[in-house]
Nanobody, 125 residues
Framework: VQLQASGGGLVQAGESLRLSCVDSGRAFSEYTLAWFRQAPGNKRAFVACISWSGGTTYYADSVKGRFKISRDNAKNTVYLRMNSLKPEDTAVYYC???????????????????WGQGTLVTVSS
């Protein structure tokens, strides 16, 4: 698994962005995928995750109803659609992959085996 995240940028509050994370490996469809974010001075925090089939998703309370995670296993890509962005959403966003069992501990970054390099999202007020 080799993850490459993209799609970050500078937007104004209320606008939208879609992040993408492509895996150049061959086992993409077997993994649970997630997005985390890390703001300056803060620990890496869970944002959303999706099961290998796409049938199960979880979200952090802070993004529920505004963000949507999805995946396209044919394209080895996971997405994070972010709507109604707020300045407090400003962070480096990371995609991560872990085995199916990670769904039992989906908020814990230590449970994920593979990480992308991160993409910066900046939301101005």
């Amino acid at each position: 698994v080799q993850l490459q995240a993209s799609g970050g940028g500078l937007v104004q509050a209320g606008e939208s962005l879609r992040l993408s994370c492509v895996d150049s490996g061959r086992a993409f469809s077997e993994y649970t995928l997630a997005w985390f974010r890390q703001a300056p001075g803060n620990k890496r925090a869970f944002v959303a995750c999706i099961s290998w089939s796409g049938g199960t998703t979880y979200y952090a309370d802070s993004v529920k109803g505004r963000f949507k995670i999805s995946r396209d296993n044919a394209k080895n890509t996971v997405y994070l659609r972010m709507n109604s962005l707020k300045p407090e959403d400003t962070a480096v966003y990371y995609c991560a992959a872990g085995p199916p069992a990670v769904l039992s501990y989906f908020r814990d970054p230590e449970e994920y085996e593979y990480w992308g390099q991160g993409t910066l999202v900046t939301v101005s007020s």
